[in-house]
Protein backbone atom coordinates (compact mmCIF):
# COMPACT_ATOMS: atom_id res chain seq x y z
CA UNK A 1 0.00 0.00 0.00
CA UNK A 2 1.57 3.19 -0.91
CA UNK A 3 -1.13 5.31 0.33
CA UNK A 4 0.59 8.88 0.28
CA UNK A 5 1.12 8.65 -3.29
CA UNK A 6 -1.97 6.95 -3.89
CA UNK A 7 -3.45 9.99 -1.98
CA UNK A 8 -1.94 12.52 -4.27
CA UNK A 9 -3.39 10.78 -7.12
CA UNK A 10 -6.80 10.69 -5.32
CA UNK A 11 -6.79 14.51 -4.83
CA UNK A 12 -5.63 15.08 -8.44
CA UNK A 13 -8.85 12.86 -9.24
CA UNK A 14 -11.18 14.30 -7.05
CA UNK A 15 -11.74 11.15 -4.87
CA UNK A 16 -12.25 12.69 -1.73
CA UNK A 17 -15.25 13.86 -0.60
CA UNK A 18 -17.40 15.23 2.53
CA UNK A 19 -19.85 13.51 4.52
CA UNK A 20 -21.46 15.88 7.19
CA UNK A 21 -22.97 14.90 10.72
CA UNK A 22 -25.25 16.86 12.08
CA UNK A 23 -25.40 18.62 15.61
CA UNK A 24 -29.03 19.22 17.30
CA UNK A 25 -29.93 21.54 19.91
CA UNK A 26 -29.95 19.33 23.05
CA UNK A 27 -33.31 21.86 24.08
CA UNK A 28 -35.30 21.13 21.34
CA UNK A 29 -33.68 17.98 19.26
CA UNK A 30 -33.16 20.94 16.29
CA UNK A 31 -30.62 21.23 13.83
CA UNK A 32 -28.01 23.41 15.26
CA UNK A 33 -25.18 22.98 12.37
CA UNK A 34 -23.12 20.39 10.71
CA UNK A 35 -19.42 18.99 11.00
CA UNK A 36 -17.86 17.73 7.38
CA UNK A 37 -15.81 14.76 7.56
CA UNK A 38 -13.88 13.57 4.61
CA UNK A 39 -13.70 10.38 3.30
CA UNK A 40 -11.85 8.51 0.59
CA UNK A 41 -13.44 6.54 -2.26
CA UNK A 42 -10.39 4.19 -3.04
CA UNK A 43 -10.80 2.79 -6.43
CA UNK A 44 -9.84 -0.63 -5.24
CA UNK A 45 -10.23 -0.73 -1.40
CA UNK A 46 -13.65 1.06 -0.97
CA UNK A 47 -14.70 3.64 0.96
CA UNK A 48 -11.62 5.00 3.58
CA UNK A 49 -12.41 6.68 6.92
CA UNK A 50 -10.39 9.85 7.62
CA UNK A 51 -8.17 7.93 10.51
CA UNK A 52 -6.76 5.65 7.47
CA UNK A 53 -4.94 8.77 5.75
CA UNK A 54 -5.30 11.98 7.98
CA UNK A 55 -1.89 11.08 9.57
CA UNK A 56 -0.43 10.11 6.34
CA UNK A 57 -1.15 13.73 4.74
CA UNK A 58 -0.21 15.54 7.94
CA UNK A 59 2.95 13.89 7.89
CA UNK A 60 3.29 13.77 3.81
CA UNK A 61 2.09 17.96 4.12
CA UNK A 62 -0.29 17.01 1.57
CA UNK A 63 -3.21 17.52 4.62
CA UNK A 64 -3.54 21.42 3.19
CA UNK A 65 -5.01 19.62 -0.17
CA UNK A 66 -7.03 17.64 1.52
CA UNK A 67 -8.35 20.56 4.18
CA UNK A 68 -9.26 22.78 0.89
CA UNK A 69 -11.22 20.00 -0.82
CA UNK A 70 -13.26 19.81 2.08
CA UNK A 71 -13.36 23.58 2.67
CA UNK A 72 -14.86 23.85 -0.77
CA UNK A 73 -16.97 21.26 -1.23
CA UNK A 74 -18.67 21.87 2.47
CA UNK A 75 -18.54 25.89 1.64
CA UNK A 76 -20.35 24.74 -2.04
CA UNK A 77 -22.88 22.25 -0.32
CA UNK A 78 -23.41 25.33 2.69
CA UNK A 79 -24.75 27.49 -0.33
CA UNK A 80 -26.89 24.99 -2.20
CA UNK A 81 -28.57 24.41 1.03
CA UNK A 82 -29.01 27.89 2.01
CA UNK A 83 -30.49 28.33 -1.54
CA UNK A 84 -32.90 25.51 -1.34
CA UNK A 85 -34.11 26.22 2.40
CA UNK A 86 -33.26 30.14 2.90
CA UNK A 87 -31.49 29.23 5.74
CA UNK A 88 -27.87 29.42 6.51
CA UNK A 89 -26.43 26.25 8.76
CA UNK A 90 -23.25 26.40 9.82
CA UNK A 91 -20.67 24.38 8.79
CA UNK A 92 -17.12 23.04 10.85
CA UNK A 93 -13.91 22.15 8.88
CA UNK A 94 -11.46 20.57 11.39
CA UNK A 95 -8.49 22.00 11.10
CA UNK A 96 -5.05 19.86 11.33
CA UNK A 97 -2.46 21.35 13.62
CA UNK A 98 0.22 21.04 11.04
CA UNK A 99 -1.41 23.90 9.44
CA UNK A 100 -1.32 26.37 11.95
CA UNK A 101 0.78 28.63 9.77
CA UNK A 102 0.64 32.32 7.20
CA UNK A 103 -1.34 30.19 4.63
CA UNK A 104 -4.07 29.38 6.43
CA UNK A 105 -5.85 32.72 6.65
CA UNK A 106 -5.84 33.56 3.10
CA UNK A 107 -6.84 30.32 1.73
CA UNK A 108 -10.16 30.34 4.15
CA UNK A 109 -10.91 34.07 4.01
CA UNK A 110 -10.80 33.72 -0.22
CA UNK A 111 -13.26 30.48 0.15
CA UNK A 112 -15.62 32.50 2.12
CA UNK A 113 -15.39 35.15 -0.34
CA UNK A 114 -15.86 33.02 -3.44
CA UNK A 115 -18.88 30.94 -2.33
CA UNK A 116 -20.13 34.29 -0.68
CA UNK A 117 -20.66 32.86 2.79
CA UNK A 118 -20.89 35.23 5.90
CA UNK A 119 -17.68 34.14 8.27
CA UNK A 120 -19.57 33.31 11.50
CA UNK A 121 -21.45 30.32 9.07
CA UNK A 122 -17.90 28.66 9.49
CA UNK A 123 -15.84 27.26 12.29
CA UNK A 124 -13.01 25.97 12.37
CA UNK A 125 -12.35 22.64 14.73
CA UNK A 126 -8.82 22.19 15.68
CA UNK A 127 -8.28 19.56 18.22
CA UNK A 128 -6.52 19.96 21.65
CA UNK A 129 -3.93 17.21 21.06
CA UNK A 130 -1.75 19.32 19.16
CA UNK A 131 -1.98 22.69 20.49
CA UNK A 132 0.70 24.61 19.06
CA UNK A 133 2.62 27.37 21.08
CA UNK A 134 -0.42 30.36 21.92
CA UNK A 135 2.04 32.95 19.88
CA UNK A 136 1.48 30.21 16.41
CA UNK A 137 -2.00 29.75 16.91
CA UNK A 138 -2.72 33.27 17.50
CA UNK A 139 -0.42 34.17 14.42
CA UNK A 140 -2.56 31.43 12.43
CA UNK A 141 -6.09 32.15 13.42
CA UNK A 142 -5.85 35.84 14.36
CA UNK A 143 -7.05 37.11 10.77
CA UNK A 144 -9.61 34.98 10.69
CA UNK A 145 -11.14 35.37 14.32
CA UNK A 146 -11.44 39.15 13.20
CA UNK A 147 -13.16 38.39 10.52
CA UNK A 148 -15.52 36.36 12.00
CA UNK A 149 -14.91 33.06 12.00
CA UNK A 150 -15.55 30.43 14.63
CA UNK A 151 -13.13 28.33 17.02
CA UNK A 152 -14.23 25.10 18.18
CA UNK A 153 -11.21 22.94 20.26
CA UNK A 154 -11.96 19.68 19.67
CA UNK A 155 -11.74 16.06 21.58
CA UNK A 156 -11.18 18.31 24.44
CA UNK A 157 -9.90 16.86 27.77
CA UNK A 158 -8.01 14.40 25.22
CA UNK A 159 -4.91 15.94 25.14
CA UNK A 160 -2.37 18.28 27.89
CA UNK A 161 -3.43 21.43 26.76
CA UNK A 162 -5.23 23.58 29.87
CA UNK A 163 -8.63 24.91 30.37
CA UNK A 164 -6.39 28.21 31.14
CA UNK A 165 -5.04 28.25 27.61
CA UNK A 166 -8.35 27.69 25.64
CA UNK A 167 -9.47 31.03 28.05
CA UNK A 168 -6.25 32.92 26.88
CA UNK A 169 -7.57 32.24 23.32
CA UNK A 170 -11.14 33.29 23.76
CA UNK A 171 -12.63 30.58 21.60
CA UNK A 172 -16.02 29.71 20.36
CA UNK A 173 -16.70 26.02 21.28
CA UNK A 174 -15.56 23.41 23.87
CA UNK A 175 -16.12 19.95 21.56
CA UNK A 176 -16.22 17.55 24.86
CA UNK A 177 -14.56 14.58 23.55
CA UNK A 178 -16.52 11.01 23.13
CA UNK A 179 -14.43 9.22 25.99
CA UNK A 180 -15.63 11.82 28.36
CA UNK A 181 -19.58 11.47 27.03
CA UNK A 182 -19.91 7.39 26.65
CA UNK A 183 -22.03 6.10 29.41
CA UNK A 184 -22.14 9.36 31.46
CA UNK A 185 -25.01 7.98 33.06
CA UNK A 186 -24.44 5.06 34.86
CA UNK A 187 -20.98 6.51 36.42
CA UNK A 188 -20.77 9.27 38.53
CA UNK A 189 -16.96 9.96 37.95
CA UNK A 190 -17.23 10.38 34.33
CA UNK A 191 -21.03 12.66 34.96
CA UNK A 192 -18.62 15.19 37.89
CA UNK A 193 -15.97 15.41 35.07
CA UNK A 194 -18.26 16.18 31.83
CA UNK A 195 -20.52 18.58 34.55
CA UNK A 196 -16.51 20.60 35.26
CA UNK A 197 -16.21 20.62 31.38
CA UNK A 198 -19.45 22.31 31.00
CA UNK A 199 -19.06 25.03 33.71
CA UNK A 200 -15.64 25.80 32.92
CA UNK A 201 -16.70 25.72 29.29
CA UNK A 202 -19.49 29.04 30.39
CA UNK A 203 -17.38 30.56 32.80
CA UNK A 204 -15.32 31.44 29.79
CA UNK A 205 -18.22 32.45 27.57
CA UNK A 206 -17.77 29.12 25.24
CA UNK A 207 -21.14 26.78 24.67
CA UNK A 208 -20.18 23.00 24.29
CA UNK A 209 -21.34 20.58 22.06
CA UNK A 210 -20.90 16.46 23.31
CA UNK A 211 -19.24 14.28 20.87
CA UNK A 212 -20.51 10.62 20.47
CA UNK A 213 -23.85 10.26 21.93
CA UNK A 214 -24.68 7.19 21.27
CA UNK A 215 -27.74 6.84 23.61
CA UNK A 216 -30.51 8.47 25.62
CA UNK A 217 -29.91 8.05 28.84
CA UNK A 218 -25.98 9.86 28.23
CA UNK A 219 -28.21 12.88 26.30
CA UNK A 220 -30.54 12.90 29.43
CA UNK A 221 -27.64 13.68 31.60
CA UNK A 222 -25.93 16.58 29.32
CA UNK A 223 -28.99 18.70 29.13
CA UNK A 224 -29.14 18.30 33.15
CA UNK A 225 -25.79 19.38 32.99
CA UNK A 226 -26.27 22.39 30.99
CA UNK A 227 -24.54 21.37 27.79
CA UNK A 228 -26.42 23.19 24.61
CA UNK A 229 -25.41 21.16 21.58
CA UNK A 230 -24.74 17.24 20.99
CA UNK A 231 -23.43 15.05 18.17
CA UNK A 232 -23.26 11.03 17.79
CA UNK A 233 -25.33 7.94 16.43
CA UNK A 234 -28.38 8.72 18.03
CA UNK A 235 -29.10 11.28 16.58
CA UNK A 236 -28.08 11.25 13.59
CA UNK A 237 -24.90 9.35 11.54
CA UNK A 238 -23.06 11.23 9.21
CA UNK A 239 -25.27 12.29 5.76
CA UNK A 240 -24.84 13.25 2.39
CA UNK A 241 -25.57 17.15 1.40
CA UNK A 242 -29.23 15.96 0.78
CA UNK A 243 -29.52 14.35 4.25
CA UNK A 244 -28.30 17.67 6.05
CA UNK A 245 -31.39 19.56 3.56
CA UNK A 246 -34.22 17.15 5.38
CA UNK A 247 -33.05 17.93 8.81
CA UNK A 248 -33.30 21.27 7.97
CA UNK A 249 -36.42 21.28 6.81
CA UNK A 250 -37.67 19.58 9.95
CA UNK A 251 -39.16 21.83 12.93
CA UNK A 252 -40.40 26.00 12.30
O1 LIG B 1 -14.67 8.16 11.02
P1 LIG B 1 -15.07 9.55 11.35
O2 LIG B 1 -15.34 10.42 10.16
O3 LIG B 1 -16.22 9.73 12.32
O4 LIG B 1 -13.77 10.18 12.03
C1 LIG B 1 -13.77 11.49 12.35
C2 LIG B 1 -12.39 11.86 12.82
O5 LIG B 1 -11.56 12.26 11.72
C3 LIG B 1 -12.46 13.03 13.75
O6 LIG B 1 -11.41 12.99 14.68
C4 LIG B 1 -12.28 14.18 12.84
O7 LIG B 1 -11.83 15.31 13.57
C5 LIG B 1 -11.27 13.64 11.82
N1 LIG B 1 -11.49 14.28 10.52
C6 LIG B 1 -12.57 14.15 9.74
N2 LIG B 1 -12.47 14.92 8.63
C7 LIG B 1 -11.28 15.57 8.74
C8 LIG B 1 -10.61 16.53 7.91
O8 LIG B 1 -11.09 16.97 6.87
N3 LIG B 1 -9.40 16.96 8.35
C9 LIG B 1 -8.84 16.53 9.51
N4 LIG B 1 -7.65 17.03 9.85
N5 LIG B 1 -9.45 15.64 10.31
C10 LIG B 1 -10.66 15.16 9.94
O1 LIG C 1 -13.84 12.27 18.35
P1 LIG C 1 -13.67 11.93 16.92
O2 LIG C 1 -14.44 12.87 16.04
O3 LIG C 1 -12.26 11.75 16.59
O4 LIG C 1 -14.35 10.52 16.79
C1 LIG C 1 -14.54 9.97 15.56
C2 LIG C 1 -14.76 8.49 15.71
O5 LIG C 1 -15.81 8.24 16.66
C3 LIG C 1 -15.19 7.91 14.40
O6 LIG C 1 -14.45 6.74 14.19
C4 LIG C 1 -16.66 7.62 14.58
O7 LIG C 1 -17.00 6.46 13.88
C5 LIG C 1 -16.83 7.47 16.07
N1 LIG C 1 -18.12 8.00 16.54
C6 LIG C 1 -18.72 9.16 16.19
N2 LIG C 1 -19.93 9.29 16.79
C7 LIG C 1 -20.08 8.19 17.58
C8 LIG C 1 -21.11 7.73 18.47
O8 LIG C 1 -22.14 8.36 18.68
N3 LIG C 1 -20.89 6.55 19.10
C9 LIG C 1 -19.76 5.81 18.91
N4 LIG C 1 -19.64 4.68 19.59
N5 LIG C 1 -18.78 6.21 18.09
C10 LIG C 1 -18.93 7.37 17.42
MN1 LIG D 1 -14.06 17.38 14.73
NA1 LIG E 1 -13.79 15.03 16.91
Same mark, same amino acid.
Given at each position: ??L?????????R???????Q?????????L +???E??????H????????V???????A??T???V??V?LE?S??E?R??YER?G?WI??A??????????TTA??????L???G???D??????T?????E????E??LG??????V??????????????????D???D??K?D????????R???R???A???????H???????A???? +?A?D?????????? /???GY????????????E /?????P
Amino acid at each position: LRLDADLRRALARGELYCVYQPVFRVDDGRL +NSVEALVRWRHPTDGVLPPVVFVPIAEAAGTIVQVFRVVLEQSLTEQRGWYERSGRWIPVAVNLSPRQLDATTAGLVLAALDRNGTPPDMLTLELTETGMAEPETVENALGPLRRAGVKIAVDDFGTGYSSMARVADHGWDVVKIDRAFVAGIHRDQARTSLADAMVKMAHALGMVTVAEGVD +NAADLQVLSRLGCE /FAQGYLLSHPVDADGVLE /FASIGP
